[in-house]
């Protein structure tokens, strides 16, 4: 059974931070490029941090350059987005997907909202 599974999601106020992590089972985790993709109320789904196999390359947004940081432990089979000074615009269903070659494996996605 493949899964990957979302969690830290929740309710902060604008400046704050949280934790996402993604815990995958199922299939070899490390040889998979993974990113962190996030949907807000009435808008596409986008891209927002991308780290390789073995962490040696990490692209960002814009616009969530120096406040995202994206990291893995592929002995605990998880992917982690470490939020700070969230903003409002940061509300929105967050997701990781796992990619290699043809295959792609998606997460249910977590609630992130930001309060003003």
């Known amino acids: 059974q493949v899964q990957l599974v979302e969690s830290g999601g929740g309710l902060v106020q604008a400046g704050g931070f949280l934790r996402l992590s993604c815990v995958a089972s199922g299939f070899t985790f490390s040889i998979y490029t993974v990113s962190w993709y996030r949907q807000a109320p009435g808008k596409e789904r986008v891209l927002v941090a991308t780290?390789?196999?073995?962490?040696?390359?990490?692209n960002y947004a814009d616009s969530v350059k120096g406040r995202f940081t994206i990291s893995r432990d592929n002995a605990k089979n998880t992917v982690y987005l470490q939020m700070n000074s969230l903003k409002p615009e940061d509300t929105a269903v967050y997701y990781c997907k796992a990619v290699r070659i043809l295959t792609t494996y998606w997460g249910q996605g977590t609630q992130v909202t930001v309060s003003t």
């Open positions: 780290i390789a196999r073995d962490g040696g390359s990490i």
